[in-house]
């Protein structure tokens, strides 16, 4: 009997050993060894496929014309600090009212149509304003829409650029309000704001553009000359709230220089003295 029990005990053992059964606990037995693998191969971090900050398009665009991007501007004031009161005279400008470091770019005639400049503007969404003359744009009228279709100011300019202060009260009407209908005319927007050309006005001036519909007279404080910035101020700084003034030229009158690099030149200067810039129609 003795030596039976003991053959059956060396049977059993053997089978324990072939079936891989342990006295260890059987959730550790059932458990897989890790394989042994090679390290696995470099995927992309979550900041790689990320999509790309929104400021980064618009620091690529401003690279593309050698420029670094402006801060945001302010939100616009809930109330606009110039207003034209109910049957009151139209207000004559030169700056907006605000202590934020802003300013306005307003530009000229629109004798120089530069392709550059509206695939500049469009890249770098810079707001300004466009005091347009009749005379000046007739001849490409389509030139101004794509900068007026990106959300920029259009604004009067009278229809032949004359001096208003040698017209009589109703040629001076004549000028203003021809050219705010040829503008409603070409693109669907009557203006809201006037610059007299030269800057030369009177009260007769001021009387016509009431008459034609205008809520101001906008003068400036700067104006970008072909590299350099002139003053009226004797600091020569930009202060805030000016309105700043350049003009559609081109290479015969930038001697040698274009439109875009002009606006660039202006662009820089007024990052230099640390100002960005707003839009004048939520000003006025």
């Not at 049957?87 to 530009?107: C, H, L, N, Y």
């Not at 050219?179 to 809201?192: F, I, M, S």
């Not at 006005?201 to 101001?216: F, I, K, P």
Request: aromatic share 8%; net charge positive.
């Amino acid at each position: 009997m003795k030596k039976t029990i003991a053959l059956w005990a060396a049977l059993t053992a053997v089978a324990l050993l072939v079936t891989g059964c342990t006295a260890e606990e059987p959730s550790a037995a059932a458990a897989p060894l890790p394989e042994r693998t090679s390290a696995p191969a470099a995927t992309p971090s979550a900041q790689d496929e990320a999509p790309a900050a929104p400021g980064a398009a618009a620091a690529a665009a401003y690279r593309k014309w050698g420029l670094k991007p402006f801060a945001a501007p302010p939100a616009p004031p809930a109330v606009k600090p110039v207003v034209r009161p109910a049957g009151g005279p139209v207000p004559v400008i030169s700056e907006i009212p605000t202590r934020e470091k802003i300013v306005f770019i307003t530009i000229d005639d629109g004798a120089e149509k530069d392709p550059g400049f509206v695939r500049m503007m469009k890249d770098l969404k810079v707001p300004f304003t466009m005091f347009l003359t009749d005379s000046a744009i007739r001849a490409d009228y389509p030139y101004f829409a794509p900068l007026i279709a990106e959300g920029n100011g259009l604004a009067n300019h009278t229809l032949t650029h004359p001096n208003l202060r040698t017209l009589s009260p109703e040629a001076q009407r004549r000028e203003i309000c021809g050219q705010q209908t040829k503008l409603k005319q070409r693109y669907g927007t009557t203006p809201r704001l006037f610059r007299p050309p030269y800057g030369n006005w009177n009260e007769a001036t001021r009387a016509a553009a009431g008459e034609c519909g205008l809520d101001a007279i906008v003068l400036w404080r700067e104006s970008m000359q072909i590299k350099n910035m002139q003053y009226q101020r004797g600091d020569r700084k930009l202060h805030p709230g000016d309105i700043v003034l350049a003009h559609f030229r081109g290479p015969s009158e930038l001697k040698g220089r274009t439109m875009t690099e002009m606006t660039a030149t202006m662009l820089r200067k007024i990052q230099e003295q640390g100002f960005t810039v707003a839009r004048l129609e939520d000003y006025v």
